[in-house]
């Protein structure tokens, strides 16, 4: 199968590795995403829910700051299996496995972490239906972070939508959204083309 799904995919000229990103990454090894989810839990839990609304408010705006000042243009990696795969007008939506293991809600991991959106690749009809559930797909990329009070950022920040964060114990609010343009993936070790890929300008 790699075989087959390799040369269609190269024969197609998607063989994009979103070489700007890979070629202006720093030389920071990007973190996995074991290490992500422990570090940015780590900042969760110094934020407490206090004894009245203002000052939990006050709580969540000053996590919010810390998050984006800490993790946004930081570089993650991982690898999971692909689950399924939908194509429409040239764009294969493909749905994966978590990357990680989604603890119960604790005062020490207090995040609620859920991913956004499926990945959106561009590519024919003929090659979304050769991939089959089971295939990895590897990850490599550049998170931002959206606060919320940027409002929803839907497809106005023009990029592939990638976590959702809630704080469990500050009133269960709604944090913000991490997302990326600066990115790579490689579906059974090949390059392929995200839509929302661009390159990265110094």
Not at 19 to 33: E, G, H, I, L, R
Not at 89 to 118: C, D, H, W, Y
């Amino acid at each position: 199968m790699r075989s087959i799904l390799s040369f269609i995919l190269l024969g197609y000229g998607v063989a994009f590795t979103s070489s700007s990103f890979a070629q202006t990454q720093s030389a920071q090894k990007p973190d996995t995403v074991k290490r992500w989810v422990l570090a940015i839990q780590k900042t969760g839990a110094s934020y407490r829910k206090a004894n009245t609304k203002a000052a939990t408010d006050l709580e969540r705006a000053s996590l919010i700051d810390a998050i984006r000042d800490e993790f946004s243009g930081r570089s993650l990696t991982f690898r999971t299996k692909i689950r399924e795969v939908r194509w429409k007008n040239g764009i294969a939506q493909v749905l994966t496995e978590p990357e990680f293991l989604v603890a119960k809600p604790s005062l020490m991991k207090p995040l609620r972490i859920v991913r956004s959106q499926p990945f959106e690749f561009e590519m024919p009809q003929e090659t979304a239906v050769r991939i089959q559930p089971g295939t990895w797909l590897k990850f490599t990329g550049e998170l931002e972070f959206h606060p919320r009070r940027y409002g929803a950022v839907g497809r106005s920040t023009d990029s592939q939508q990638m976590y959702d964060l809630r704080h469990e114990y500050l009133s269960g609010g709604y944090l913000g959204t991490f997302t990326t343009t600066h990115f790579s993936c490689t579906i059974d070790g090949v390059d392929a083309k995200p839509r929302w890929a661009k390159p990265k300008t110094e």
